[in-house]
């Protein structure tokens, strides 16, 4: 049984954005498209007949859409789209951090409390996320209003459901849809069924071939089997083209990897449709949110490259799964009656070998000689201001609470005049120098994801078109705009489409809901509600 609860906000908390608007939506879906770009959605807009049609023909379109922090990544993009605060302020700064006061890394949405419901693995909730978001919101407002969120990922899940969702559910590599203890006992019958004839090892037997004709693919983007793919195919020889047999992939590879191919969200969304179904969502005058995070874009991205034939397959596949989708949700709770949210948590570079052949400076940081610079910056470190003052996580530095300003201006030149070397990185720059900077949109975008207790000392920040992801593949995770343009569009049954060209911010999303649904927000929140019709 789902464990219905509710934990109260903050009594001290202001609250603004009430409008007079009635015909509410029965209600809301809400849909982030991880490593989702304006520019592919535009692309390929004449191939789409199916949800992606569908939202844009019925929809108000924001096109000039930025997060405007500057270390983009799944973590921090959810929870700035469901909450409508920075990562200096929301608190989640990456997907993974430092954590100063236990010395180790900490997972955005771990949780040493809970445990998963399937298989007694560890937990994870937000539980140790300290904002509120447009779930709570909505729940203070009408405690009868249902919260559901959905998606391949546990944090996207769990970052856009908030504190008090009624359901939150994410993939596990034991093969089906799970939660956790925070959020309830046992997973409902249903969701067990549907994991059951799910039967995700069955999927090594499929191929993944090309939804059109190859030259379709051909005509609308480059070349396939290009240098600096990832190779899916197993079969001893480079060759990353479509068709992909998973067979030679293996059961415990599927497992881990569904999420990320096609099926796994054509999955996903066959489980909003039966959640939506199941928990009688837009049925009464209650307005409930489902939210649901598609994550197939993201590894196909990751693995070919936005330009790729995989990643536009990929989007044509998704096109018809969520066309299916949205026309069981208008069947059911009625043609006009729900508000859908399209959007995403960060766009992507290319493959830096295609920006090559486009004639711009792009390449890969070379992993080697980064491995071997931090292992002669921790040498050096330790020699001159002893062990267990300075920490890695990732590609960032953090210093022990217990360092002198001697020690930190050690530490900081030799980090700086040892990783100034390696090629691609713009710059090594400071938590200090970061908050003391001017006010362009580069440095608005590095103070935005500063959280002034969390944050590492120092940053290191690639050059515009140079990836960290080597030696496959492509990446995000930096403030330029191929990272942090996205879409957004909100689309409802029967309205007409627009287009605004304003520059918004990713904040405005949630409190943009919000005020749609005649719901209160925090005053304390970084964006502000827009005008939608």
Known sequence: ???????????????????????????????????????????????????????????????????????????????VLSSGRYPSSGGVIGNYWFNRDIKKSWYCVEDTI?????????????????????????????????????????????????????????????????????YAEALPDWVSSFNSKLNVPSYTDSVWTRLLDESIYTSNTRADNFEGEADWSNDGDY??????????????????????????????????????????????????????????????????????????????????????????????????????ILTSDHGSIALPEYLKSQGIDAGRISKPMKDSLYAEVKTKIEIQIGKNKVYRNGNYFYYDVSMNLQQYEVATDIIKSNLSKLEGIRSVITKKEILNGGNSIYERRLKNMVHIQKSPDVFLIPKKYWTQRFP??????????????????????????RISTKRVASVDIAPTVAKYLNVQFPKAIDGKALKIK
């Open 114 to 182: 809970a445990h998963d419901v399937v298989n007694g693995g560890s937990g994870r909730s937000y539980r140790n996320v300290e904002v509120t978001a447009l779930g709570d919101w909505l729940k203070q407002s009408n405690p009868k209003s249902k919260v559901v969120s959905i998606s391949g990922k546990d944090r996207t899940a769990i970052l856009l459901g908030g504190k008090n969702p009624d359901m939150a559910l994410w993939y596990k590599n034991h093969g089906g849809w799970t939660t956790s203890t925070y």
């Open 1 to 79: 049984m789902i464990k219905w609860f509710f934990m109260p906000l903050v009594a001290a908390f202001l609250f603004t954005g009430c409008n007079n608007k009635i015909n509410n939506p029965k209600l809301v879906v809400f849909i982030s498209i991880d490593q989702g770009m304006p520019e592919l959605l535009d692309k390929y807009d004449h191939l789409f007949t199916g949800g992606y049609r569908w939202l844009k023909d019925n929809g108000n379109s924001f096109v000039n859409t930025h997060h405007d922090y500057g270390y983009l990544v799944t973590g921090p993009g959810h929870q």
């Open 472 to 497: 496959y593949g492509a990446s995000h995770g930096t403030p330029y705009d191929y990272d942090t343009h996205i879409p957004l569009v909100f689309a409802r049954g029967e309205s007409k489409h």
């Open 239 to 340: 060759n990353p083209t479509l068709p992909i047999s998973f067979k030679d992939r293996g059961v415990k590879t599927m497992l881990g990897d569904f999420p990320y191919i096609p099926f796994g969200d054509a999955a996903m969304l066959r489980l909003g449709t039966l959640s939506a179904e199941k928990l009688q969502l837009g049925k009464d005058e209650n307005t409930d949110i489902l939210f649901l995070g598609l994550s197939a874009t993201d590894g196909v991205g990751h693995a070919f490259g936005p330009h790729s034939h995989e990643q536009l397959d990929n989007y044509l596949r998704v096109d018809r799964h969520l066309g299916s989708f949205i026309n069981s949700i208008e069947s059911s709770v009625g043609i006009g009656n729900t508000l859908y």
